[in-house]
């Protein structure tokens, strides 16, 4: 396999990290397969805020991961900043192929660069391999959290 490399995704990007959202057994029911203009409002959104990005792993030239991460400044914890990661996507055909430890590993990394003293995620307790997944990654499940869905 070729070498794994990083980027921020662009808005041509779109179609590609819509893809591997609706290509989920959890989120195909909350996703669309075609990128609306709600997936295209929000991109921009993002774009235009600092501490707001989508991480894209490619391999070849082609995404096979994304996730975003978001930098929170904070008064808590002795005003430290911290990292959020959120929407954690592979590429069906490349999970198992490390992919996704490379993205979390960079996604952490640039965190940390970026002088976030934190990283946090949170995971839908249907997915218990996820759970592993970043257990092994050195994350620990220290916190309960608490959505409302706003629809």
């Known amino acids: 396999m070729s070498e794994i490399t990083f980027r921020t995704a662009v808005e041509a990007d779109l179609p590609a ?5 609706a290509d989920d057994e959890i989120a195909e029911s909350r996703e669309n397969a075609s990128v609306s203009d709600d997936y295209t409002k929000a991109f921009s ?5 600092v501490y707001n990005k989508m991480l894209l792993a490619e391999i070849d030239g082609k995404i096979v ?3 975003q991460l978001v930098f929170i400044p904070g008064v808590s914890r002795n005003g430290s900043k911290r ?3 959120e929407s954690v996507r592979v590429k069906s ?6 992919v996704g430890t490379a993205l979390m590993k960079e996604a952490i990394r640039i965190a940390h660069q970026n002088g976030c003293k934190l990283v946090q995620l949170d995971s839908d307790l249907r997915r218990p391999r996820a759970h592993l997944f970043y257990r092994r990654l050195g994350f620990v499940q220290s916190h309960a959290g608490f959505k409302k869905d706003l629809t």
């Open 45 to 49: 959104a993002m774009a235009k805020e």
């Open 65 to 67: 991961g994304s996730l």
């Open 93 to 98: 055909s490349m999970r198992g192929h490390s």
């Open 83 to 85: 990292a959020l990661i």
């Open 17 to 21: 990290i819509v893809a591997m959202l």
